[in-house]
């Protein structure tokens, strides 16, 4: 089992900057694919941005110019830098981490606790 902790969230002005982390744990064999999505209130979950194995990466075009990915393999973490944050910013994020545990044998599709993204104009 592969759990994730995020932290990071909180309330910002317009403008400014926050950073999410993620930390994955448990009986990981690797990952593949890390990212972030989010979800505002009334609307569906969407993908923020990934980033592969390769560090090829994924942004919405939302978010593009203004949110960096990037991961710590040594440290099975991924984080998000968020600059120039606009009130639309505003929503639940969630970071997702998929691999193999179980030394291979098995796939894990995990996804973090969710933490607040508030920003105010």
């Known amino acids: 089992q592969v759990q994730l902790v995020e932290s990071g969230g909180g309330l910002v002005q317009a403008g400014g900057s926050l950073r999410l982390s993620c930390a994955a744990s448990g009986s990981i064999f690797s990952i593949d694919a890390m990212g972030w999505y989010r979800q505002a209130p009334g609307k569906q979950r969407e993908l923020v941005v990934s980033?592969?194995?390769?560090?090829?990466?994924n942004y919405a075009d939302s978010v593009k110019g203004r949110f960096t990915i990037s991961r710590d393999n040594a440290k099975n973490t991924v984080y998000l830098q968020m600059k120039s944050l606009k009130p639309d910013d505003t929503a639940i994020y969630y970071c997702?981490?998929?691999?193999?545990?179980?030394?291979?044998?098995?796939?894990?599709?995990?996804w973090g606790q969710g933490t607040q993204v508030t920003v105010s104009s």
């Open positions: 997702n981490v998929r691999g193999y545990s179980d030394s291979g044998r098995a796939r894990f599709n995990s």
């Open positions: 980033i592969s194995s390769g560090s090829s990466t």
